[in-house]
């Protein structure tokens, strides 16, 4: 009896066991496939999503398509003037914006939300939207979104902040040559809401937008739903693979998810679809079915069909409870999104009011009047500054004609006329400028006054908003600084003279004192004794060293004075650097100072000053060997550079006429020495007349403190640049100068 029992039982133990084994398989083959559904259903609308935005594109391929475009620019190509004939093209254009919003809706709610045309230089041509609080954004910079080098209808997205941008943007040409750019708003919302978001609401399924590794749209639902963690996680996800992961519910409670990213095709947008796994797959866990069965195998065959029912009844009940559970959670959703809504009502109610006191006390603490004038021309508000620059109260001057209180009657014409296109159009010519003008006082004094003046529609009018400054002050010390300049100016110009006057008066003596002790020197009057010799040297010495002073000062005093002019001749530069090393070789080599030299692709002749280049490179190469020490080195580099490789270039556009030319064709020459170097702080003085460093290390060199001081000017008056770099005190230094060349 006890193996009959234990035969059947085995028996029937075997048999439940193929059934929860088959049961174990069916359920991970009913998964698959329900994960497959997912996928489908993801898919189909992905497939809707792409179909909705390929229709955008054909929507603006009609629109590049259309015969109003092209009219306006036959008219422009006519020189057909804003008055007669462009103003039409452009109502015309409008027109087709404003059919395409109207006509393209999603139960009733707009897809686009602006539409904008902009010509080839990103200037606004023409634009439409239906939003007022658009209309007042201050308009983009259109050059980033033209497109001369593509031919087709693309779609573009922009995420910034929390906001998600749709734009489809379409070149236009015009027989053949890009003219314009065509740039359309989608309502990202609106899409989501009706093509997403509308679609299965019976379910948890949550669909949002997803561009690259972008925010999710809409931000605040996924902020709502997910932490920030899971929220990057979704980000990151593969596409086209199902991606598991478990997300803490408000109860801290772990729930498994499945999430799909699809891209939709044709654009840089993908689908993100979550869903808990348990509501597409119920509570049952195949894994839960061989647990069973070993459970199964270690109770009393007797108990099979108690267990079997339970576990039926324990389904049903779980069933039971997941549906409550649903039902349970939306509606704390929908209270916590009630709560937000309210929440958020208040703190924009309360944010108005701060805004609007923190307006009044800008405005009354401003130290320029604000004065706002309506349609009708009248003063519409007064700040306390108004009163005190003009002399009018708030009372008195509110309601009153704001041209007629303080405006001189010679602008009283102009003012007429230009009223009546500001009411309509809201421009005028110094409408979002800053211009001067004469303001009169409620004395009658007439006062100068700066003037910014900007335009705001508020209740479907034109209202014009001025930003006011009495300038008196400030006139005053123009006139002033102009008096200085001009005393400034004559005094150099006496100072220049008098240099100039001096210097050929003290030349005269001194090339007598040379040329006599030069004979001497030589010997032509009779011998010297050595102590005669060594005395008549040094007074031949200092006086070539102050001729060389007073020649270096006429040229400096000639230049500022404007005298000096270059005499232009075409100079080959290559032997001229050769000959300028030739001039420094003795020195240097007495001091075993290596010379080189490096020259690439310069041009044969140039036109230049030969003299003045001469001495640019003789006074920079002299120094270059006078402040290098023995067994140093002064390397010579010169190059053709272009104008857009120069920064620290600034053109002297008044030697240079043609300056389009000048900008193309430069010479780069750096003159660098191993010698002492230079400090930071005095890389710009060394170039001011006779400044010397002042250091222990210079101090034992002589010089006159001009020889850098004209190499500028000569520099300059090539209409080049020329500066120093240094990385400290005996790091040796570099003199780079540029000039243009015509060759």
């Known amino acids: 009896m006890a193996i009959a029992v234990v035969f059947v039982s085995l028996i029937l133990m075997g048999f439940i066991a193929f059934l929860l084994i088959k049961n174990y398989l069916s359920q991970v083959e009913l998964q698959k496939s329900a994960t497959e559904n997912f996928k489908t259903a993801t898919e189909k609308q992905a497939t809707a999503l792409s179909y909705f935005f390929n229709e955008r594109k054909n929507d603006i391929k009609n629109i590049v398509s259309s015969r109003e475009i092209a009219i306006f620019f036959e008219n422009k190509a006519l020189g057909m003037s804003m008055e007669y004939g462009l103003q039409q093209s452009l109502l015309s254009i409008t027109n087709l914006f404003n059919y395409l919003f109207e006509e393209k809706k999603l139960n009733a709610e707009r897809i686009y939300n602006r539409i904008v045309f902009v010509d080839e230089n990103g200037k606004l041509i023409s634009s439409c939207s239906h939003s007022i609080k658009e209309r007042r954004m201050p308009e983009p910079q259109w050059k980033k979104f033209i497109t001369p080098k593509r031919y087709d209808v693309f779609l573009n997205v922009r995420q910034q ?37 509308g679609n299965d609401k019976s379910t948890n399924r949550n669909m949002f937008f997803n561009c690259g590794t972008g925010s999710l749209f809409p931000q605040e639902k996924a902020k709502n739903i997910f932490s920030s963690i899971e929220v990057d996680k979704l980000k990151n996800i593969p596409s086209n693979e199902p991606y598991w992961f478990q997300m803490i519910n408000r109860k801290n409670s772990r729930i498994k998810m499945l999430a799909l990213r699809l891209p939709i095709q044709n654009t840089p947008l993908s689908i993100i679809t979550t869903l808990p796994v348990v509501q597409l797959f119920g509570n049952t866990n195949p894994r839960d079915l061989l647990l069973a069965m070993a459970v199964i195998a270690l109770i009393i065959l007797c108990a ?70 309506n349609n009708d ?97 400030r006139k005053q010390i123009e006139s002033s600084l102009r008096e200085a300049k001009e005393f400034a100016d004559a005094a150099n110009r006496a100072k220049s003279e008098f240099l100039s006057n001096m210097s050929h008066e003290l030349r005269t003596p001194l090339n007598h004192i040379i040329g006599f002790t030069e004979l001497v020197v030589d010997r032509q009057f009779g011998a010297l004794n050595k102590v005669q010799h060594e005395y008549l040297n040094d007074v031949l010495q200092s006086s070539k060293h102050l001729l060389s002073l007073i020649n270096d000062i006429l040229d400096l005093s000639r230049i500022e004075a404007g005298k000096l002019q270059l005499e232009v001749s075409s100079v080959s530069l290559k032997i001229l650097l050769e000959n300028s090393i030739t001039i420094i070789k003795q020195k240097a080599m007495k001091h075993e100072i290596k010379v080189s030299m490096d020259i690439h692709e310069i041009p044969d002749f140039i036109k230049a000053d030969e003299r003045k280049l001469k001495q640019i490179m003789y006074n920079l190469l002299s120094n270059a060997v006078k402040f290098t020490p023995n067994k140093g ?66 101090r034992k060199y002589q010089g006159s403190g001009l020889g850098l001081s004209l190499t500028k000017k000569f520099v300059e008056l090539h209409g080049g640049r020329i500066w120093a770099e240094s990385q400290g005190e005996n790091k040796g230094t570099t003199f780079h100068f540029v000039i243009p060349f015509y060759s």
């Open 161 to 197: 902040a929390e906001q998600l941008e749709i734009i489809i943007s379409s070149p236009y040409f015009f027989k053949n040559k890009y003219v314009g750019q065509i740039i359309a708003w989608l309502e990202p919302r609106v899409i989501y809401n009706h093509l997403l978001n």
């Open 304 to 373: 099979m069909a108690f267990v079997l029912t339970f576990h039926t009844q324990n389904l049903v009940l779980n069933a039971y409870l997941s549906q409550e559970h649903k039902r349970k959670k939306e509606v704390e959703e929908k209270n916590v999104l009630l709560e937000q809504e309210i929440s958020e009502r208040k703190r924009i109610e309360q944010a108005l009011r701060e805004n609007e006191e923190m307006f009044r006390k800008i405005s009354s603490s401003a130290q320029n009047a604000i004065i706002i004038m």
């Open 377 to 473: 021309g009248n003063i519409s508000y007064w700040n306390k500054a108004a009163e005190k620059i003009l002399g009018y109260t708030s009372e008195k001057a509110l309601g009153q004609n704001l041209h007629t209180l303080i405006a001189p009657k010679t602008f009283m014409d102009g003012y007429s006329k230009g009223l009546s296109h500001f009411e309509n159009t809201g421009q005028g010519p110094i409408v979002g400028k800053t211009v001067e003008f004469t303001a009169i006082r409620k004395n009658g004094e007439e006062i100068p006054i700066e003037l910014a003046l900007s335009a705001v529609r508020l209740k479907g009018r034109w209202n014009a908003i001025g930003i006011l400054r009495d300038i008196s002050q």
């Open 633 to 698: 080195s002064v390397y010579i580099k010169a190059y053709p550079v272009k104008y857009s490789e120069l920064p620290i270039l600034k053109i002297n556009q008044r030697l240079t006429e043609n300056i389009e030319e000048a900008t193309k064709k430069f010479i780069k020459i750096s003159v660098a020495d191993t010698g002492i170097g230079l400090k930071k702080n005095d890389l710009d003085l060394i170039f001011k007349p006779f400044e010397q460093i002042d250091s222990a290390a210079n």
